[in-house]
T-cell receptor, first 112, second 111 residues
């Protein structure tokens, strides 16, 4: 069964450094998403991406964040200058449209 | 702004019990509602998706219902098993299909 994959599973970085989180959505899906979950808190929407552009973004998704689909398979989330409060699980998801979303296993980002 | 509340926050039951998890939302103008399972430190596994025009969905021992007018959904788990132990999340999809998540119900089923 096709699945969303994410790499790395755990990333440790120092404050101020740039990180890139990678996702491979399900191959025939058209919509791609990033979410984050701070430990013990709700899953929060960051951004959605369709047709090679951002379609929606939350207030969390400020200028420090960017997304890219550099090729036909990868979908990346870049954080330019990480802060301590960026420490969280980051989930990628994809779907065909207004249907159920399929989530990846997540990347745990730890900023020290 | 959509607010999603899940009750109870935690539940511990003996194996074999039938149980009900509740989800309520403040804005009834929803597109769909999705129930997920999350194991500790892991991703989200989709369990059931209910479109706004539907009243319920079933998959195996799981049944989810939706009452848009009252802003409620329930997830019914029949004959619970220790393997059902996880956190169950309700996510309500709005006009742009972006889901708003609840905090989840942490379920422990003990043998």
């Amino acid at each position: 069964e096709p699945e969303v994959t994410q790499t790395p599973s755990h990333q440790v970085t120092q404050m101020g450094q740039e990180v890139i989180l990678r996702c491979v959505p399900i191959s025939n899906h058209l919509y791609f998403y990033w979410y984050r979950q701070i430990l013990g808190q709700k899953v929060e929407f960051l951004v959605s991406f369709y047709n090679n552009e951002i379609s929606e973004k939350s207030e969390i998704f400020d200028d420090q964040f960017s997304v890219e689909r550099p090729d036909g398979s990868n979908f990346t989330l870049k954080i330019r200058s990480t802060k301590l409060e960026d420490s969280a699980m980051y989930f990628c998801a994809s779907n065909l449209g207004p249907t159920e979303q399929y989530f990846g296993p997540g990347t745990r980002l730890t900023v020290t | 702004k959509q607010e999603v509340t899940q009750i109870p926050a935690a539940l511990s039951v003996p194996e074999g019990e039938n149980l009900v998890l509740n989800c309520s939302f403040t804005d009834s103008a929803i597109y769909n509602l999705q129930w997920f399972r999350q194991d500790p430190g892991k991703g989200l596994t989709s369990l059931l998706l209910i479109q706004s025009s539907q009243r319920e969905q079933t998959s195996g021992r799981l049944n989810a219902s939706l009452d848009k007018s009252s802003g409620r959904s329930t997830l019914y788990i029949a004959a619970s098993q220790p393997g059902d132990s996880a956190t169950y999340l309700c996510a309500v999809g709005g006009g742009s299909y972006i889901p708003t998540f609840g905090r989840g119900t942490s379920l422990i089923v003990h043998p």
